[in-house]
Nanobody
């Protein structure tokens, strides 16, 4: 059964870092673009990072540029989201999406 499974996330103080993982099964993640989204309570889901399937070009919206990094580990069939200098505004549930499959989501909470 094809799916993507997330790991990582948790609680961190402002300025801290977290790394999220998105691992596929049933299909090769390298064959697909992968996007990370987040959704905070009462807000719409927004994309925070993307990596394409051909040349691994990456995309970040301005509000995370320079702080978030998306990357692939092809041997592990995994895409990562490294998040640095996290701020309370980054608190949300984070989701990865690949090949029309959504991960289960993982909570990131940034608070002092």
């Amino acid at each position: 059964q094809a799916q993507v499974v997330q790991s990582g996330g948790g609680f961190v103080q402002p300025g801290g870092s977290l790394k999220l993982s998105c691992k596929s099964s049933g299909f090769k993640l390298t064959d697909y673009a992968v996007r990370w989204f987040r959704q905070a309570p009462g807000k719409e889901r927004e994309m925070v990072a993307a990596i394409d399937a051909i040349i691994d070009q990456t995309y970040y919206p301005e509000f995370v540029k320079g702080r978030f990094t998306i990357s692939r580990d092809n041997a592990e069939n995994t895409v990562y989201l490294q998040m640095n200098n996290l701020q309370p505004a980054d608190t949300a549930r984070y989701y990865c999406k690949a090949n029309d499959y959504w991960g289960q989501g993982t909570q990131v909470t940034v608070s002092s």
